[in-house]
């Protein structure tokens, strides 16, 4: 059975900066493109940031991109998210999802962790 | 950036009729269109895939229909379970994926 687990979210002041984890079980880590998908407080879903299954490629949501760095450790089965220069605007919930297929980019999202709350407030 | 407009914002349907829920996107997506359910508390799930397959698990009163920029969720005959909110997403055009605002579908 397909499991993800985030951890790492926190109160943290605006300018701060904050470490997501996220741990997958039940399916080949490795061969999976893996996303981070965030949802702010009584709002809609905004896709974040995705990543190879070898670290091969990295992408980001323009209003993240050179705060945000995404990364992954395939021998830990391990995702993370690097945020930096916190924003209030930054706030949600931060889930990560896994992409349908292995090596699939058009793909949907078929599973998906419960989250970790990031607040940014001072 | 391709624009997934939701319609309606909130949709109150009695158990046991039909609840349509429309997604719209600003430029044809061609079939990579998902819609996720999504209940409070919880994390997103997927319902459909591809415009219109249902993922593993997911009851047959959830049909998905459509193509190009105009697509459609049905709930064939509402149960208490699916209140929740409904997002459609496309997954042709990328980055960004893009998610609708989301229709609440509520139970009168």
């Known amino acids: 059975e397909v499991h993800l687990v985030e951890s790492g979210g926190d109160l943290v002041k605006p300018g701060g900066s904050l470490r997501l984890s996220c741990a997958a079980s039940?399916?080949?880590?490795?061969?999976?493109?893996m996303n981070w998908v965030r949802q702010a407080p009584g709002k809609g879903l905004e896709w974040v940031s995705s990543?190879?299954?070898?670290?091969?490629?990295?992408s980001y949501a323009d209003s993240v991109k050179g705060r945000f760095t995404i990364s992954r450790d395939n021998a830990k089965n391990l995702l993370s998210l690097q945020m930096t220069s916190l924003r209030d605007d930054d706030t949600a919930v931060y889930y990560c999802?896994?992409?349908?297929?292995?090596?699939?980019?058009?793909?949907?999202?078929?599973?998906w962790g419960q989250g970790t709350l990031v607040t940014v407030s001072s | 950036e391709i624009v997934m407009t939701q319609s309606p914002a909130t949709l109150s349907v009695s158990p046991g009729e039909r609840a349509t829920l429309s997604c719209r996107a600003s430029?044809?997506?061609?079939?990579?269109l998902a819609w996720y359910q999504q209940k409070p508390g919880q994390a997103p799930r997927l319902l459909i895939y591809?415009?219109?397959t249902r993922a593993t698990g997911v009851p047959a009163r959830f049909s998905g229909s459509g193509s190009e920029a105009d697509f459609t969720l049905t709930i064939g005959s509402l149960q208490s379970e699916d209140s929740a909110v409904y997002y459609c997403?496309?997954?042709?055009?990328?980055?960004?994926?893009?998610f609708g605002q989301g229709t609440k579908v509520e139970i009168k």
């Open positions: 990543i190879g299954s070898s670290s091969d490629y990295t």
């Open positions: 997403q496309q997954y042709n055009n990328w980055p960004p994926w893009t």
């Open positions: 999802a896994k992409y349908s297929r292995g090596s699939c980019l058009t793909c949907p999202l078929d599973f």
């Open positions: 039940g399916f080949i880590f490795s061969d999976y493109n």
């Open positions: 591809a415009v219109s």
């Open positions: 430029q044809s997506v061609g079939t990579r």
